[in-house]
């Protein structure tokens, strides 16, 4: 794979964080930022894989049942936020 180049600003106390751990694994410092990324990409992706198929679930239980009742459906939004689903925004 090529390698791009790709220049970002840090806090101090940040590039400092990312020096010492890249020194204490032994490995390049570009590698630390690159996998958070990478990381981070990955979570957005399923959540919103997660958020989807909430979605999906409710359009299928409201289609055979009617419409959620809002208590029911603010319990199942309070779940969503506690399990890193949903941010905690109307």
């Not at 996998?35 to 909430?54: P, S």
């Not at 239980?61 to 925004?89: I, M, N, T």
């Amino acid at each position: 794979m090529t390698a791009r180049k790709l220049s970002i600003s840090v806090p101090p106390e940040v590039e400092r964080t990312i020096k010492a751990a890249a020194t204490e694994e032994g490995r390049p410092v570009s590698a630390l930022p690159a996998e958070a990324a990478i990381e981070k990409a990955h979570v957005a992706a399923l959540q919103a894989a997660g958020r989807a198929a909430a979605r999906e679930l409710m359009a299928e239980y409201e289609s055979g049942h009617g419409k959620l009742p809002q208590e029911s459906r603010q319990r199942a939004r309070e779940f969503l936020v506690e399990a890193g689903l949903l941010d905690d925004e109307p």
